[in-house]
Antibody, heavy 123, light 107 residues
Framework: QVQLQESGPGLVKPSETLSLTCTVSGGSISSYYWSWIRQPPGKGLEWIGYIYYSGSTNYNPSLKSRVTISVDTSKNQFSLKLSSVTAADTAVYYC?????????????????WGQGTLVTVSS | SYVLTQPPSVSVAPGKTARITCGGNNIGSKSVHWYQQKPGQAPVLVIYYDSDRPSGIPERFSGSNSGNTATLTISRVEAGDEADYYCQVWDSSSDHVFGTGTKVTVL
């Protein structure tokens, strides 16, 4: 059973960079696409971006200028960096896996989610 | 950008049928996935590729997709079905898009 676990600071100051890591256990990070999705308190889900195990990425255009997603296959981890954060970036951040492996896997649904981690942007 | 519109809320009595719609331009030409999210929990996939059910999801959950509307149907609703439900598609211009979400209340 694949499990995902987010880790990182729960409090980030405005204008600084939010950094989170997702550790994958119970399966290999290889051959799949991996995603970050967030949910502001009381609001809906927003896709942030995804990365293939090979390192290719795609980001939500509304966040593209501030987002970097990277992967470390040796550690079975992938990471999110979001720069110049404001209070609007306060949210529960989920890491997730797309169900289908292979090059078109990013078109498939999300089948595994992390439990989510709340990141608050405040001074 | 591609937009998916859902009703904010749906109320249903136990044992009855709940229908949650997801509207989008020509959504019938896309594959729609549905997620259930209970308070404080991560979303769970309940329907994928319009009408397929993952293992472990009750047969009471079904989906359809045609024209400009996709629908998630929950038959014989139980108290445990009370949750937020989100539709989601992959679009070639907008990439991953989630619907606005629908809160299902069991009366």
């Amino acid at each position: 059973q694949v499990q995902l676990q987010e880790s990182g600071p729960g409090l980030v100051k405005p204008s600084e960079t939010l950094s989170l890591t997702c550790t994958v256990s119970g399966g290999s990070i290889s051959s799949y696409y991996w995603s970050w999705i967030r949910q502001p308190p009381g609001k809906g889900l927003e896709w942030i971006g995804y990365i293939y195990y090979s390192g290719s990425t795609n980001y939500n255009p509304s966040l593209k200028s501030r987002v970097t997603i990277s992967v470390d296959t040796s550690k079975n981890q992938f990471s999110l960096k979001l720069s110049s954060v404001t209070a609007a970036d306060t949210a529960v951040y989920y890491c997730a896996r797309y169900a289908a492996g292979g090059r078109d896997g990013y078109k498939s649904p999300v089948d595994y989610w992390g439990q989510g981690t709340l990141v608050t942007v405040s001074s | 950008s591609y937009v998916l519109t859902q009703p904010p809320s749906v109320s249903v009595a136990p044992g009855k049928t709940a229908r949650i719609t997801c509207g989008g331009n020509n959504i019938g030409s896309k594959s729609v996935h549905w997620y259930q999210q209970k308070p404080g929990q991560a979303p769970v996939l309940v329907i994928y590729y319009d009408s397929d059910r993952p293992s472990g999801i009750p047969e009471r959950f079904s989906g359809s997709n045609s024209g400009n509307t996709a629908t998630l149907t929950i038959s014989r609703v139980e108290a445990g079905d009370e949750a937020d439900y989100y539709c989601q598609v992959w679009d070639s211009s907008s990439d991953h898009v989630f619907g606005t979400g629908t809160k299902v209340t069991v009366l």
